[in-house]
């Protein structure tokens, strides 16, 4: 079946540093994948998506690649911030499979001043 | 604009005692789902629904309920609580389409005890 693995966390990063947290899924067909960010004791937000090979999601300076040739989705930004901390999901749908998601475990992140 | 709006946020429930979660979207969205947060394991489905008088399971469906008569309302029982069910709660709602965004509610921690 379909599903979707995330580095592991926490992550720890002092501010400007450059961040990638890495996701790859196994998927039939075409997914759409997903970033969605969770702040503390808030709900999921959306925070960027792809829906096809080769594009870029992007939000917030944030981005990621649809890589369908290594089944990847890695989130990078390049100078994060204290209020980037937060719990990071990467998701999966199926097509036609409405907003039904996949999701990895989460990755914690924590960026100190 | 209120989006998902999940109700209550906290709640304490002894072994055997039920309850009811309610979550409500004012986006009229005809796909709403259920999810559970575990610490370590990302979310997994419960059940979702794609329209009113229309419910499915989902991944982990077994000891909840769910109904739908509204198009706004989408409900998760608990008839007999137990510890397995200490979880953090989230309603979703996407609209119809072949690739949609899931927008989430801010989560119910439940506690059983």
């Known amino acids: 079946g379909n599903s979707v693995t995330q580095m592991e966390g926490p992550v720890t990063l002092s501010e400007e540093a450059f961040l990638t947290i890495n996701c790859t899924y196994t998927a039939t067909g075409y997914p759409s994948l997903f970033w969605y960010v969770q702040y503390p004791g808030e709900g999921l937000q959306l925070l960027l998506k792809a829906t096809k090979a080769d594009d870029k999601g992007s939000n917030k300076g944030f981005e990621a690649t649809y890589r369908k040739e290594t089944t990847s989705f890695h989130l990078e930004k390049g100078s994060v911030q204290v209020s980037d901390s937060a719990v990071y999901f990467c998701a999966l749908s199926s097509y036609n499979q409405g907003g039904k998601l996949i999701f990895g475990q989460g990755t914690e992140l924590s960026v100190k001043p | 604009n209120a989006g998902v709006t999940q109700t209550p946020k906290f709640r304490i429930l002894k072994i055997g005692q039920s309850m009811t979660l309610q979550c409500t979207q004012d986006?009229?969205?005809?796909?709403m789902y259920w999810y559970r947060q575990d610490p370590g394991m990302g979310l997994k489905l419960i059940y979702y629904?794609?329209?009113?008088?229309?419910?499915d399971k989902g991944e982990v469906p077994n000891g909840y309920n769910v109904s739908r008569s509204t198009t706004e309302d989408f409900p998760l029982r608990l008839e007999l609580a137990a510890p397995s069910q200490t979880s953090v709660y989230f309603c979703?709602?996407?609209?119809?389409?072949?690739?949609?965004?899931?927008?989430f509610g801010q989560g119910t921690r439940l506690t059983v005890v």
């Open positions: 979703a709602s996407s609209s119809e389409g072949s690739r949609p965004e899931a927008f």
């Open positions: 629904s794609v329209g009113a008088g229309i419910t």
């Open positions: 986006m009229n969205h005809n796909y």
